[in-house]
């Protein structure tokens, strides 16, 4: 991307909004466009640009602008804003899946669901005379945050010989997603080991393993029409600490991408037959199961579960809004999206003068550091469930 367009792409502030959209702060809102001189500078960038428009005086002028001080550091912000805008824009998967938290510094965060008093009442009779009084439990959990991030160093000369701009205009974008796959990758790593559905999450204890025996299924069925029937058997059998049902509307079907034909096939029929394998016993029925489930197709469950079952494991899990949510993924507050940072140069030239851009003393390079900081943890397991695909 030129320069022109660079300075140009100031005028478009939607993925800037989009960004602040999600996440209620906008690092780059506090960055250079808070400098006194910001105005100014953008001022006679535009104006230097529209004199270079259709004149070579015009452009040689522009060329020698670019090479003060001032305007690398304009440089340094479209970058800034390059990252924001494709960050937000980057598809991900964690958020249709896990609760997005918020935590004040890095020390360890609980958080506590409590159980217990949603039973159903019980009968007070003149002889009780008093009601009996309920014992609330509550099941901690707690993550801390941590930082995550990488350098991209470049030499001068190589900033002098990218004639296609391959620097300038794809480096923002690699760290931003970098940052998305970042995130989707930690979430993931949270309910899949390397064989498939985490055995912490996924246990007995929390009878969330769709193991029901439900016509051709059985433990751990393939993914299939009664793949999902046994799945919502098990959902449906679900019982919160009063003994009571878990009631789920909205669940979300997540699976790897080795199964996403399946996945769309099943859902996107409009009918799906019922019943015994005799035509005679068989019904047609609308395909309900297209407004129950969302599909996510995760590429890190094959990743993540390398040693087996990779690409036939899947998971049905309540939505995040419902309830209590699978997975919690915490960002530092007031730095929730990734922040890009210049190493500026430290050398001057002896006819007085600096510029970032001439990089270090030492080797004349430049780099950029980018940062996010995020964690989280699995939280309810009875709001997640899992199938190895194995049928064993």
Not at 149 to 159: D, P, Y
Request: net charge negative; hydrophobic share 35%; aromatic share 8%.
């Amino acid at each position: 991307m030129e320069f022109m367009q660079l300075i140009e792409t100031f005028r478009a502030e939607d993925a800037h909004r989009a960004v602040a959209d999600e996440q209620g702060y906008c690092p780059a809102a506090h960055g250079i466009r808070n400098h006194p001189q910001y105005a100014q500078l953008m001022s006679e960038a535009l104006t230097i640009l529209e004199a270079a428009r259709g004149s070579r005086r015009g452009y040689f002028r522009f060329e020698e602008a670019m090479g003060t001080a001032d305007f690398p550091l304009l440089m340094g912000d479209v970058l800034d804003r390059q990252v924001l805008g494709t960050y937000a824009e980057t598809p991900q998967t964690w958020s249709m899946v896990a609760r997005r938290g918020r935590v004040p510094d890095f020390r360890t965060v609980k958080r506590f669901a409590i159980d217990g008093g949603e039973g159903v009442l019980p009968q007070v009779t003149e002889k009780d005379a008093t009601y009996k009084p309920q014992v609330l439990s509550e099941t901690p959990y707690s993550y801390a945050v941590a930082k995550y991030g990488r350098q991209m160093k470049f030499r001068w000369e190589a900033w002098i010989n990218d004639d296609l701009d391959a620097l300038g205009s794809s480096s923002p974008a690699r760290m931003a997603r970098a940052a998305r796959r970042s995130e989707d990758k930690f979430r993931t790593q949270l309910h899949v080991g390397t064989s498939g559905p985490l055995n912490t999450v996924y246990t007995a204890a929390n009878r969330n393993i769709i193991n029901t025996t439900n016509g051709a299924s059985s433990t751990n069925p393939a993914l299939s029409i009664i793949g999902l029937q046994d799945a919502f058997t098990v959902m449906g059998n679900q019982r919160d600490a009063d003994g009571e049902p878990i009631y789920i509307t909205g669940a979300i079907l997540e699976v790897p991408p080795a199964l996403e034909v399946v996945a769309r096939n099943i859902l996107n029929a409009t009918e799906i037959k019922v019943g015994a394998d005799s035509a005679a016993q068989q019904i047609l029925t609308g395909n309900w199961m297209r407004n129950k489930l969302t599909l996510v197709v995760n590429p890190y469950i094959p990743i993540v579960a390398s040693s087996s079952n990779g690409n036939t494991t899947w998971f049905v899990h309540a939505a995040p809004s419902e309830g209590r949510p699978a997975f919690e993924i915490g960002f530092l507050q007031g730095h929730e999206s990734p922040e890009l940072f210049m190493q500026i140069g430290d050398q001057q030239r002896v006819g007085g003068g600096a510029n970032p851009m001439d990089g270090s003393f030492a080797d004349d390079t430049t780099a950029y550091k980018i940062r996010h900081v995020l964690g989280g943890t699995a939280l309810d397991g009875k709001s997640t469930y899992s199938s190895n695909g194995s049928g064993s």
